[in-house]
């Protein structure tokens, strides 16, 4: 019971890379999940499906007497697939979670997830996941625990190596004596720094009025931690009553947050998410920073459309604005004009930098994914509202296309909640004055107008 | 000159050598080729490697057998070169040695002996690392001779001071325990030694074994039951993901349900009034208003409830859905403080934040869903306020949509069905085919269960028949069938819809565009079924049409028969049915007669025996009918009382009916008998199998819709629950027994009361009181005791001096007292860093924690407590405000 039964990577072949802690099943087991899994993919790409989420797989039981079976939980992650079999009953979201964990410390460790980082780390990968998991158990999941005891490749240890001191292998502090357990004892940086990225983003729903049908803002802080010592840290924000259900890092002081308001911890060295939260409902309709007008009439063997967009955020750009739709299956081409105010090109832009104006922006069909794209690389509120007019055609007779428009962007400086942090003190048994830094990130989520 | 000419050659002779040794080793695609190779030549300089006696190459050659076994190549035959490694001074080639022996030490035990020795000695190494990696070797190599020697280790071991030793250890009982599992009452006290661990570290270790020795001796828990659920919130996530399990299942079956308990919506509760006086309330001690919110609960089962609640802030999604879990199969529906709906938004955060493609948690998100799909299906009240939680995006994935479809369906109620009906209408035009046939689907629920916009669904429903998407129209015309028959089964269903018959003739009049198989089958049993007109109407149709159904029936017959040859078998078999029900209804008419003659015919003759088996059946079904016809006898609606018997009938034959079947005897039915059989009320099984819906909600036996090994159904709620003071235990109040200062005191112990707390344990009668969370943790959330001092700047270093607290607390026993004082003191002056440098050294072992036994419960509530405690000495007054902060720190630091 809540065990996994080991961990699988596979390249992009579906060849495996990595199998560990297989132990106490039978040879034939993880390759038997390999297999259910590349014919299951197979098949997805075939018939243009995805995957579920959790496969199941039969088995032999243990004593090889019965059939049994495993849920196969799986994910992929720049092209390579990441198993996990479940053969025991376990909280659902429990090997997920696992390998969620497992590759953000695989992502400290080689920096990226690649096929060659971890053909060339192995040794390291095998003695992570030793640590991380016993027999099938989570064990030690704290990176900064685990890099006590399993060393990261650095290249000085790897010019260690090469002369054979490996003396100086052994961790320089003892380890499993921390007694914080996400953080290592004595820490020490030449400069101490810590920033704070908070990125919001925003799921809506927009029908064709304009309306919003529903609407969530998500918000994620990440840290990353350059601080010597045991720093204490008290964040202060403003008005933390917009963040409702946050689910926290551990080092944050639960207490001190329901009574205060205020996040109390003591960071774990390096880079991780301090906390997410959902930003408490404002119903007002300008909280979507854009709006799209939307018109798609379908005909026999294509449709026209007419696309008219405008900025509602006064004192910001939006940047790298992409609109896009699915036109069904049997759409062929597109062809479409894109209007906008002729005005001189900004810092930012690339694209049409052959006649040197930005106009309505870019627009592209992909044939083969069939999404029609829509791109304008800043939108400011005071400009003309540009526009994208045009038809596409279809090989069915009533094509079907996607009954929304996507809508992405990006704002810099922005929040949606208006989150504000008031100050970041530092306690504890510090000396030094740290360079703090905040920078807010807002962007568009899961977000979608109606026609 | 020449010296340094020389010397210069040979700086950069030897930095040649480096490099080239170095891109070995950077990791570019060569090195990694060399690990990989394991051809056979290759395989034999690894045994060259490994008897080398430099160190880097031994390593090298562990990494290519590590390395030869992931790709599976067979490694067995170095074993004996391995096992000497095992005494290597390099940590990491006795890990990869370990991962070695792992694998293969079953097969090679022999061998194996060798090296125990090794192990052996290394349980008592100084480094707790050592320690609990040689103790994890022994106990996974599964040879039944070394038993005893992994017995010894782990009782020796079981008191370790190091907590992750002890993890260890744990987790070697469960091996121990699958080995022989005969070995078990020598298991139980080491387990009730690590269950009763001060550290929160080992907790998830305990219970995990727990599980897996004797997860059914529940009742081995209730001395630790409270201790538990304090340590709870401090333990690692993957620990509280396993403790929240067992204690669910714990509370089922040990403590008293709750009155609402399970699937009951707080609104359709009649609003309960509280008893007025709190003099017999057991479980509040001293009288106050927000005590009273844990009224009528079991106390242990509200504590728990309560020290879970901050779990639902995990950043861990596993811990939130398993105190979801806790919370929806435990807790009482409708209360302020723990009730079941605490557990929605954080679901729905969880389900809604990582479905954000560019976090790149998808697979997380599908599965949050389909857990929240399946609570909503079972409880829809209570997601009824988080409907536009649940809106389809055209970006989800299918999985996702389809879950969110679920849940929407069983969150239609009266006063959101228009916009139901606009969010359905609107997912049918979903370019992904299963989402929309869902959403059609959901539309026939909608008409079926909500009367005002059940007209304006069946028109988006009929609008739907014209549409060119095959899989939409088949569905619709499905739905519909649903619709027509609960229609036609309650009259009171829906005033708003038209009668069920001018439906089917609406239907009927589509069928010439429904191209879809399924469709027209649907189609043409329906039109059999409602063929009959209503006797009243008969006068109007004028001496057209068949006698005894209505007008438009003959021309979809007259399609029927004509389009046979070019049906689906499916609809073929539906319009030979069509023709029975016709002759059933109106034997009389010559018309209907000839054509199903011809029609008959058609299916004797047919490529499919289905078809041609149908038809003779039914042909001789209507044996009876068509000899009534014939004879003439019978007048057609009359009942039937002078009717021969039915062996009669069959006996007078019917050979000219071309199919020329002779009599083959039997029974053959009246027409009355024959038209209940096949005009009968249809039952509607509309009922959509719900995959998996016999296991718990929120188990992976429900989520791949069929059982896994180790599932357990979650034990229904005891009738007889055991007695709350069988959870009374001296863990609860350490102070009650021993001089020290108690140890754990991250949970509020007796939070309101400066007056419990001096130097008394609080509960000391026996009773929980002072720690139960009825007289405690509220006041911790309102606090204006602990509030006062809190923000202080020693508060900071309360988080850290707490878990030390927790880490000592093993030094219970009395005689430590002074090394307790010694080293305090001295952590006091270096008040954030370990000791294991400055301590003085007892005995062999380093101390690996700092010695601060001084935190104290409730130094923010009393100064006077230091009385009674001899170490106040003057030195620490300047540390005293740290004190201050900090034993209120501890309030607080309990989420």
């Known amino acids: 019971m809540t065990r996994i039964d080991g961990i699988i990577i596979l390249d992009s072949n579906g060849k495996p890379l990595i199998s560990s802690h297989f132990a106490q099943h039978p040879p034939s087991y993880p390759s038997l999940h390999i297999d259910a899994y590349n014919t299951a993919r197979k098949k997805a790409l075939l018939d243009d499906e995805e995957l579920d989420p959790v496969l199941w797989v039969n088995t032999l039981n243990k004593g090889g007497s019965g059939m049994t079976g495993a849920g196969l939980c799986h994910t992929m992650r720049e092209g390579l697939c990441f198993l996990v079999p479940v053969g025991q009953e376990v909280n659902p979201l429990f090997a997920i979670s696992f390998l969620d964990s497992f590759l953000d410390t695989l992502r400290d460790y080689l920096g990226e997830i690649t096929e060659t980082t971890i053909k060339d780390n192995f040794d390291i990968i095998y003695m992570l996941i030793e640590e991380m998991l016993d027999e099938g158990h989570p064990m030690t999941m704290e990176t900064n625990m685990l890099k006590e005891i399993v060393l990261p490749p650095t290249l000085m240890r790897k010019l260690l190596n090469v002369a054979g001191v490996s003396g100086l292998q052994t961790p320089t502090t003892a380890p499993f004596t921390a007694p914080i357990p996400w953080r290592r004892s004595g820490v020490r940086h030449s400069s101490n720094e810590i920033y704070f990225d908070i990125e919001e983003s925003l799921d809506a729903i927009l029908d064709k009025r304009g309306n919003v049908l529903s609407s969530s803002v998500w918000g994620r802080i990440n840290c990353n931690s350059r601080l010597s010592g045991n720093p204490d840290l008290l964040l202060n924000f403003a008005n933390p009553k917009v963040m409702s259900s946050c689910a926290f890092h551990p080092c944050i002081r639960y207490g001190k947050w329901e009574k205060a308001g205020v996040l109390s911890f003591i960071p774990p060295d390096g880079k991780f998410r301090l906390l997410e939260y959902q930003a408490v409902a404002g119903t007002s309709k300008n909280q979507v920073p854009i709006a799209l007008k939307a018109g798609m009439a379908i005909e026999t063997n294509g449709g026209r459309f007419s696309l008219v967009l405008s900025s509602r955020l006064n004192h910001r750009p939006l940047e790298d604005v992409v609109i896009s739709i699915y036109l069904g299956k049997g759409a062929t081409a597109v062809s479409a004009t894109a209007t906008g105010d002729r005005r001189p090109i900004g810092v930012r832009t690339e694209e049409g930098a052959a006649d040197g104006y930005a106009g309505g922006g870019n627009w592209e069909f992909d044939p083969h994914t069939r999404v029609l794209k829509w791109t304008i690389s800043s939108l400011v509120s005071t400009e003309r509202a540009p526009t994208l007019t045009g038809s596409f055609t279809s090989t069915e007779a009533q094509p079907v296309p996607s009954p929304s428009f996507d809508v992405s962007f990006n704002v810099q400086h922005h929040s949606f909640s208006n989150l504000r942090v008031d100050q970041l003190k530092v306690q504890g048994d510090v000396m030094y004055k740290p360079f703090k830094g905040v920078r807010q990130m807002a962007r568009s989520g899961k977000l979608e107008v109606r026609w | ?895």
């Open chain 2, 1 to 895: 000159m020449a010296a340094l000419n020389r010397l210069s050659q040979r700086i950069i002779e030897n930095f040649h050598e480096t490099t080239r040794d170095l891109s070995l080793l950077t990791g570019s695609s060569q090195s990694s080729a060399t690990y990989f190779d394991t051809s056979d030549d290759k395989l034999k300089e690894i045994s060259k490697l490994l008897d080398s006696r430099v160190e880097r190459e031994r390593l090298e050659g562990m990494k290519r057998i590590i390395a030869g076994m992931s790709k599976g190549r067979d490694m067995e035959p170095f074993f004996a070169q391995v096992v000497k490694n095992v005494v290597s001074q390099s940590i990491e080639i006795r890990k990869l040695v370990y991962i070695y022996l792992l694998k293969f030490a079953s097969t090679n035990s022999d061998l194996l002996l060798l090296s125990i020795n090794t192990f052996q000695k290394d349980l008592s190494d100084p480094s707790p690392l050592i320690r609990s990696m040689s103790l994890r070797v022994l106990t996974s190599i599964r040879v039944p001779v070394i038993q005893g020697i992994v017995m010894l280790g782990l009782k020796k071991l079981v008191n370790d001071r190091n907590p992750w030793v002890r993890k260890t250890v744990a987790g070697g009982l469960a091996k121990v325990y699958e080995m022989d599992s005969s070995s078990l009452p020598q298991l139980l006290p080491l387990l009730q030694t690590l269950l009763a661990s001060p550290s929160p570290l080992t907790l998830g270790a305990s219970l995990t074994a727990f599980l897996e020795i004797c997860p059914e001796r529940l009742d081995l828990l209730h001395p630790y039951y409270r201790h538990i659920v304090k340590l709870l919130v401090d333990a690692d996530e993957w620990g509280q993901a396993v403790a929240l399990q067992v204690l669910t299942r714990y509370a089922r079956v040990m403590l008293e349900q709750p009155d609402q308990a399970g699937n009951v919506d707080p609104s359709t509760v009649a609003s309960k009034v509280k008893p007025a006086e709190n003099g017999d309330n057991k479980v509040i001690q001293g009288a106050g208003d927000s005590e009273d919110e844990f009224e009528g609960i079991d106390e242990d089962l509200a504590m728990f409830l309560h020290f879970i609640k901050p779990l639902f802030q995990s950043r861990n999604p596993a811990v939130v859905l398993a105190t979801a879990n806790a919370y929806y199969h435990l807790a009482p529906s409708g209360h302020k403080a723990i009730g079941q709906e605490l557990l929605v938004s954080p679901l729905l955060r969880l389900a809604g934040s990582s479905s954000d493609l560019r976090v790149g948690r998808q697979e997380m998100a599908s599965l949050s869903w389909e857990v929240v799909a399946s609570m909503a299906a079972e409880r829809p009240w209570l997601f009824a306020k988080h409907h536009s939680a649940f809106f389809l995006h055209a970006s989800d994935s299918a999985s996702i949509q389809q879950s969110k479809l679920r849940s929407l369906i069983t969150l239609v109620t009266a006063e959101n069905a228009q916009i139901s009906l606009r969010e359905f209408k609107h997912y049918v035009r979903f370019a992904e085919d299963g989402t929309a046939e869902e959403a059609v689907r959901a539309l026939g629920h909608l008409i079926r269960t909500q009367p005002e916009v059940a007209s304006s669904g069946l028109s988006a429903l009929m609008k739907l028949l014209k549409s060119q998407r095959d899989a939409l129209v088949a569905q619709a015309v499905i739905v519909l069938k649903s619709v027509i028959l609960a229609q036609s089964q309650s009259a009171s269903i829906s005033p708003n819809l038209p009668a069920p018959q001018k439906l089917v003739a609406r239907l009927a009049k589509q069928l010439d565009g429904i191209t879809n198989s399924t469709a027209r089958a649907s189609v043409f049993w329906l039109v059999g079924q409602f063929a009959a007109s209503d006797p009243s109407q008969e006068g109007d149709k004028q001496g057209l049409g068949w006698e005894g159904m209505a007008l438009w029936v003959p021309d979809v017959f007259r399609k029927g028969v004509k389009g046979f040859v070019q049906e689906s078998i499916q609809a073929k078999l539906q319009i030979l049915t069509l023709a029975t029900k016709l002759l059933v209804l109106s034997p009389a008419s010559s018309q209907l007669n000839l054509m199903s003659n011809y029609l008959f015919s058609l299916a004797r003759y047919d490529a499919v025996y289905d078809v041609r088996d149908r038809a003779r059946f039914l042909n001789a079904l209507l044996r009876g009918v068509k000899d009534e016809k014939k004879q003439a006898v019978v007048p057609e609606n009359a009942a039937n009382g002078t009717d021969n018997g039915d062996g009669d009938e069959a006996a007078t034959g019917v050979d000219e009916d071309g199919e020329g079947d002779q009599d083959v005897g039997g029974v053959v039915l009246r027409r009355e008998q024959v038209r209940v059989i096949v005009l009968g009320k249809r039952e509607i099984n509309e009922k959509a199998q719900e995959q998996g819906s016999e296991y718990d909600v929120g188990s992976m036996s429900r989520i791949t819709g069929k059982k896994l090994g180790g599932y357990e159904a979650l034990p229904e709620w005891t009738e007889d629950p055991t007695d709350s003071s069988l959870r009374d235990s001296e863990l609860d109040n350490p102070e009650a027994h021993t001089p020290l200062p108690p140890p754990t005191p991250t949970y509020p112990v007796g939070g309101s009361g400066p007056a419990h707390i001096p130097g008394g344990p609080p509960g000391i009668s026996g009773s929980p009181m002072g720690s139960s969370p009825a007289g405690s943790v509220p006041r911790t959330a309102s606090g204006a005791a602990v509030g006062a001092a809190g923000l202080g700047a020693g508060a900071g270093k309360g988080k850290f001096r707490d878990l030390d607290a927790f880490l000592n607390s093993e030094s219970e026993s009395g005689s430590e007292v002074e090394d307790e004082d010694d080293s305090e003191e001295d952590a006091r002056s270096h008040p954030s860093r370990p000791v294991p440098l400055t301590a003085p050294p007892r005995s062999a072992i380093v101390p690996e924690y700092e010695e601060d036994t001084s935190t104290s419960e409730s130094e923010s509530g009393n100064g006077d407590r230091n009385g009674g405690e001899d170490n106040s000495t003057s030195d620490e007054e300047s540390s005293e405000e740290e004190e201050d902060g900090l034993g209120d720190e501890n309030a607080r630091l309990y989420r």
